[in-house]
């Protein structure tokens, strides 16, 4: 059974860093697809990261965290994990880890933030920036 499970959440003032990581187990990250998402009350569900984890994938941002967040792997660890630095409050939302466990080929590239190309989730972790 695959389970996802974000770890990392918490609270911060604005300009602050978190660093969110991701364990994944019953599936093997290596050379899949996968992604971060947020999602902040009354909002819809935004992607945030995404990258092909082969160890030299190019990863994709959304442009409101470009700069500032880091996306990154330790396929040994099975542990993707998202960096998070100067934080706004703007930035407060449930965060989710999201994986596609399809082959490859069925991913397409070009919507890496549509949430329906995952097809396992973590329950989310809480990020809190105050002003």
């Known amino acids: 059974q695959v389970q996802l499970v974000e770890l990392g959440g918490g609270s911060v003032q604005a300009g602050g860093s978190l660093r969110l990581s991701c364990g994944a187990s019953?599936?093997?990250?290596?050379?899949?697809?996968m992604g971060w998402f947020r999602q902040a009350p009354g909002k819809e569900r935004e992607g945030v990261a995404s990258v092909f984890t082969d160890g030299g994938g190019v990863p994709y941002y959304a442009d409101s965290v470009k700069g500032r967040f880091t996306i990154s792997q330790d396929n040994a660890k099975n542990t993707p994990s998202l960096q998070l630095n100067s934080l706004k409050p703007e930035d407060t939302a449930m965060y989710y880890c999201?994986?596609?466990?399809?082959?490859?080929?069925?991913?397409?590239?070009?919507?890496?933030?549509?949430?329906?190309?995952?097809?396992?989730w973590g329950q989310g972790t809480q990020v809190t920036v105050s002003s």
């Open positions: 019953g599936f093997t990250l290596s050379r899949h697809w």
């Open positions: 999201a994986a596609d466990a399809r082959p490859p080929s069925r991913f397409t590239v070009g919507r890496q933030f549509s949430p329906e190309q995952y097809n396992y």
